[in-house]
Each structure stands twice: as C-alpha cells, then as structure tokens.
C-alpha cells in the first residue's frame, strides 16, 4: 500500500495549532511591555516636585504608547518612591532593579541621585535623571549615567554673568543650605565671580548657609539685612525659599531695595502658596525653560501641555518635571534610532553627541558625560497676580525698583 501523499486531517490540525501557538508567541513576546522605572519624591519635603514629575512622565508615556511604543512595544512604568533622601534613594533603586527594569527616569536632588546612580551603574541600568545638577554627578566615568537638565555651573554663571549686570548689583549675598545641590550653585557662583572680586567690580557683602527644615530664620536674615547687599542670591529649595522671603518681608526687607533672587528650585507657585502673595512679589528666580514658555517653540511642548492640562488641570511651573518626560521621549528616540533594547547599545548612541530628537525643551543631546547639551537659562519673576513671567526691565522694573 502506497503511503498518503497529503497529511490527514489530524496531521493538518495539529500543525495548524502549531503555526498558531508560535505565531501568538511571537506577537505575545513583540507586544511585550517594555519596562521603564521611574524613581521620585512622592513624599517628603519635595512631594510636590515628585507628584508633577511623576504626571508629566504618565503624560509622555502615553503620547509615545499612542503613537505605537518603542519598537512596537508599550511603554509600562514602575513607580519607587524615593521620599527625597539619600536612603530612600537607596531603597528605590534597590527596588527597580529588582523588578527588572534596564532604564530608569529618576531623581530630583543631587544627594539622593548620588547612590542610586552608582547602584545602577553597578547592575548596567540606562539612568537618566531630571533634576539633579551638581556638577561632578557627571564627573565619575559613569557609563551609564545621563541627565536631561543643565548644571550648577551652568546656573551660577547666568546669575554672575547676566543678573549681576542686569541690576548693576555691588554688594553681593550669597546664602546656601549646605545641601550638595545647594552648597554647590553657591561655590560656583564665587567661583565664576572671583575675577570680579579681584578687580574690586563688586563686593561680597554676605556668605553663609541656613539650616533646611528649621521655622525661624530670623537670625539669618538680620545678618544679611544688616550686610545691606543690592543683591540676595539664595540657591537652596523653595520651602525654605518660601519662609525667607516671608519671614524677611516681617522683618522689614524690600525686594525693591534687595534684589531677591531663587535657584531653579524655587518655583513661584509653590512659594506663593507657602509663603503668601505680598512677601513673594517682586521676587525672581534663575531658571531653565518651563513648558508654558516653550509651546510655541516646539511641537512636542505644545501636544505635551495640551494632554497634561486635558488631564491635570493647569500646567506647573516645573523644569525638572518637564525634564521627567523629555527624559522618557530620549529613551523612545534612542531605542528607536539604536532598533535596540540594549542599555550599553543605547547608552553608546546618547554619548555620541547626536541629536536623538526634538523634546518638550528643545534638542535632546548629550556630551561623553552624559551632560545635557545647549541648555538655555532665563530670569523669572512673581507678578502682582502671583503668576510666573519672564522679567522684562520694562514690564517688572517697578517691581524691584528699575
């Protein structure tokens, strides 16, 4: 008897169940979520940072998963709370790493990136952070490490070289929390400002540092009232930001006569609700661009505020959470350009200067270090309506005596 020449009908089922399974495997495995972690302030003194960092991430994660993922796959987030201190920090990354994840988004504040950062560096984790700008962060040899903010030294020279000038300021104050973020700005803004003390151009009248979480700063303040600056750099964070600038208008300063001016962790919003309208107008900070001034600019900073404010209401006034999301389109641009899941492959394609992409701030590309490149500063200013705005000599003269 002469075998079939066609399979029977069991063989032809079986084999289609067969096609099938693998054919389902294989999409199953494509359609995979890739895991990306995200570690912030949740909680603490800087909650506020981590919850606006942490929408503006679910918000960027959800334009690239609408616009088909990372080569096809969805993004999947894996949220850490870091609580804003260095152990948290520990914990968080300790956590993520366990969970898998090869990219991680995270943190705000130098000192709490400081060992996450070597933990994943250790275990081969992409580390991009958002908001954390201490100059030597990138200053280790890390392969793995990038930042999408701009740094200390790069802040420290916009005051120095722009502010100073900007009010024709002589007595300069300088005052820091010692925090590494802190302590940092503040060493290089007399680092920048050396050859204008050599050459007698200007004074420093006031250099000290305040305790952070204390409630009385009053003892501060009369040593800086009594040094009488033109000009008050303070490169701490806002909430104490916020209780100087209320405590020192009960004590009788100006900002008319001191020119009061935050770090770029001083955002208005939040110092008008702690510190109360009248003690914050006329005050300014040094700041890297906010979305809200860059919509007309680029295309992904228009499509990023319209989806946030659809969702969140009005946009913040936060650099470092629009850092957050441009921090996840950096990843997407780059898998996608490297077609690669690979953190070594992706991280060797970020240190090679290129531009991966245009994000919500702009060009996104990074030096060898892992620095951001071709990060822009600009001088803000609380308004009579307690609103955020460019200064403008001519619009805010009199609100800081001009």
Same mark, same amino acid.
């Given at each position: 008897m002469k075998a079939a020449l066609w399979p029977s009908l069991k063989e032809v089922i079986v084999v289609r169940h067969l096609v099938l399974a693998l054919l389902c495997f294989?999409?199953?495995?494509?359609?995979?979520?890739?895991?990306?972690? %995200?570690?912030?302030?949740?909680?603490?003194?800087?909650?506020v940072e981590g919850d606006w960092a942490l929408k503006s991430v679910q918000i960027a994660v959800e334009i690239v998963n609408a616009r088909g993922g990372i080569l096809g796959r969805p993004i999947q987030l894996v949220v850490e709370d870091d609580g804003g201190t260095p152990k948290g920090g520990t =914990?968080?990354?300790q956590k993520l790493i366990a969970a898998g994840v090869k990219f991680v988004v995270g943190t705000y504040g130098s000192m709490v990136c400081m060992p996450s950062s070597e933990?994943?560096?250790e275990e081969g984790v992409l580390h991009i952070n958002y908001g954390c700008t201490r100059v030597d962060l990138s200053a280790r040899g890390f392969q793995y490490y990038f930042r999408t903010s701009g740094r200390d030294d790069?802040?420290?020279? %916009?005051?120095?070289e722009y502010v100073?000038?900007? %009010?024709?300021?002589?007595?300069?104050?300088?005052?820091?929390?010692?925090t590494a973020y802190s302590l940092g700005v503040a060493e290089d803004v007399l680092r920048f400002m050396k050859p204008l003390l050599d050459e007698g151009k200007v004074e420093l009248v006031y250099y000290d540092a305040i305790m952070p979480g204390e409630r009385d700063y009053t003892p501060a303040l009369t040593a800086l009232r009594d040094a009488n600056p033109d000009i008050w750099y303070y490169t701490g964070y806002y909430p104490e930001w916020a209780l100087l600038l209320r405590q020192g208008k009960d004590l009788?300063?100006?900002?008319?006569?001191?020119?009061a001016v935050g770090s770029n962790a001083c955002p208005i919003s939040e110092t008008v609700k702690i510190a109360g309208l009248d003690a914050v107008v006329g005050a300014m900070i040094t700041q890297e661009p906010l979305p809200a001034f860059l919509v007309e600019k680029y295309p992904l900073a228009k499509e990023f505020v319209t989806a946030y404010e659809a969702k969140f209401g009005p946009i913040h006034d936060s650099p470092w959470a629009t850092y957050a999301a441009d921090a996840i389109f950096t990843l997407a641009f780059a898998i996608e350009a490297t077609k690669s899941f690979d953190p070594a492959v992706v991280a060797e394609y970020l240190r090679s200067?290129?531009?991966?992409?245009?994000?919500?701030?702009?060009? =996104?590309? %990074?030096?060898?270090e892992g620095d951001r490149l071709g990060v822009p500063y600009m001088l803000l200013i609380c308004n009579e309506k307690g609103e955020t705005e460019l200064f403008d000599p001519a619009v805010h003269g009199h609100l800081v005596g001009m």
């Open positions: 294989a999409l199953g495995a494509w359609a995979q979520p890739v895991l990306i972690g %995200f570690q912030g302030p949740l909680t603490g003194p800087w909650a =914990l968080a990354a933990l994943y560096e790069s802040q420290a020279r %916009f005051f120095v100073i000038p900007l %009010f024709g300021a002589k007595r300069i104050a300088v005052m820091h929390d010692n009788g300063l100006d900002w008319k006569k001191i020119k200067g290129k531009v991966v992409g245009e994000g919500i701030t702009g060009p =996104l590309s %990074f030096s060898p």
